[in-house]
């Protein structure tokens, strides 16, 4: 017979979280997914329920074998975090899950490797808009985004190409926005848009987002 331990739980989770909260520092390319909600998880910060925690964990094991495989690619940059910085902006640090791999099928330059685990069964455009902008600051024509999907056990790359005009248009809007996050940290005042009502219905801000609200005129270049 089997007695379940509630505190013994209790000290993993605190594990776990320990393991994931960390002091953000600096604006990140990941802040720029919903911009809205990751301006108030910084200037309101909460720790994640067990549920999000454990979110966490099922995509790590996921990202983690990911990024084993190319250890082995003697060009590789495995989550490898860049600052970059253009003068005037404010600077933005770039963490592809793998950057820079030289393959006989992208003979033209560089590949960015951008990984998403998910229980669903469709590509997100936040995951496309991610691979656009790690693509367009790293001056990088060609980008994969690579989806697995975990419970149906299936794998999907989805190859992108760029040219170098769009790219410097999603450069411009990557360090525009910035600006607008930094502007935001320092003033305690988000003008970004709504974010999705899936990414609302759970949010932790959602009642000190809608006394907030007002409508922005702010457009992002996909």
């Given at each position: 017979?089997?007695?379940?331990?509630?505190?013994?739980?209790?000290?993993?989770?605190?594990?776990?979280?320990?393991?994931?909260?960390?002091?953000?520092v600096?604006?990140?390319?990941?802040?720029?997914?919903?911009?809205?909600?990751?301006?108030?998880?910084?200037?309101?910060?909460?720790?994640?329920?067990?549920?999000?925690?454990?979110?966490?964990?099922?995509?790590?094991?996921?990202?983690?074998?990911?990024?084993?495989?190319?250890?082995?690619?003697?060009?590789?940059?495995?989550?490898?975090?860049?600052?970059?910085?253009?003068?005037?902006?404010?600077?933005?640090?770039?963490?592809?899950?793998?950057?820079?791999?030289?393959?006989?099928?992208?003979?033209?330059?560089?590949?960015?490797?951008?990984f998403?685990?998910?229980?669903?069964?469709?590509?997100?455009?936040?995951?496309?808009?991610?691979?656009?902008?790690?693509?367009?600051?790293?001056?990088?024509?060609?980008?994969?985004?690579?989806?697995?999907?975990?419970?149906?056990?299936?794998?999907?790359?989805?190859?992108?190409?760029?040219?170098?005009?769009?790219?410097?248009e999603?450069?411009?809007?990557?360090?525009?926005?910035?600006?607008?996050?930094?502007?935001?940290?320092?003033?305690?005042?988000?003008?970004?848009?709504?974010?999705?009502?899936?990414?609302?219905?759970?949010?932790?801000?959602?009642?000190?987002?809608?006394?907030?609200?007002t409508?922005?005129?702010?457009?992002?270049?996909?």
């Open positions: 017979m089997f007695i379940r331990s509630e505190d013994l739980k209790r000290q993993l989770i605190d594990l776990y979280r320990r393991l994931i909260v960390k002091e953000r600096g604006i990140h390319m990941s802040d720029l997914d919903f911009p809205r909600k990751s301006l108030y998880d910084r200037l309101y910060p909460i720790e994640p329920d067990e549920a999000s925690i454990l979110r966490w964990v099922r995509g790590e094991s996921a990202h983690s074998f990911f990024r084993n495989i190319f250890k082995n690619f003697p060009n590789a940059r495995i989550e490898e975090t860049k600052r970059f910085e253009v003068l005037g902006h404010a600077p933005v640090s770039s963490t592809p899950d793998v950057a820079l791999v030289k393959m006989e099928s992208f003979p033209i330059g560089d590949v960015i490797f951008e998403k685990s998910t229980i669903g069964n469709q590509v997100a455009e936040h995951w496309v808009r991610r691979l656009h902008r790690y693509m367009a600051v790293n001056e990088t024509q060609y980008g994969v985004l690579v989806v697995h999907y975990l419970l149906r056990n299936k794998l999907d790359c989805f190859p992108v190409e760029l040219p170098v005009k769009k790219l410097a999603i450069k411009d809007s990557v360090f525009h926005m910035a600006d607008l996050f930094e502007k935001g940290l320092s003033t305690g005042i988000n003008i970004f848009p709504k974010c999705p009502d899936w990414i609302c219905r759970d949010c932790t801000h959602k009642v000190r987002c809608m006394q907030d609200f409508i922005p005129s702010i457009k992002e270049v996909l």
